[in-house]
């Protein structure tokens, strides 16, 4: 069974349909969870800065200086 992500707060969700029927709180234009489209890894990388986390859930709880928007970490693919 496959895992489906929020790019934007790590949220786990088992399919995509529940995934995208859901608000996220973190999604910077205020509007549902988007998909992260990369594969799952053992690390996930913030594409601002560079830096590592074990989870996307973990990478998007804290914030990036180095992110133009003045936002969280954002996962590169």
Do not use: D, F
Request: aromatic share 10%.
């Amino acid at each position: 069974m496959a895992n489906y992500y929020c790019k934007w707060c790590g949220q786990k969700y088992s399919s995509v349909l529940s995934l995208t029927s859901h608000s996220c709180s973190k999604n910077p234009n205020g509007k549902k969870h988007e998909l992260y489209e990369g594969s799952e890894k053992s690390k996930y990388t913030c594409k601002w800065c560079g830096q590592q986390y074990s989870s996307i859930l973990s990478l998007t709880s804290h914030s990036c200086s180095k992110n133009p928007n003045g936002k969280k970490h954002e996962p590169a693919l």
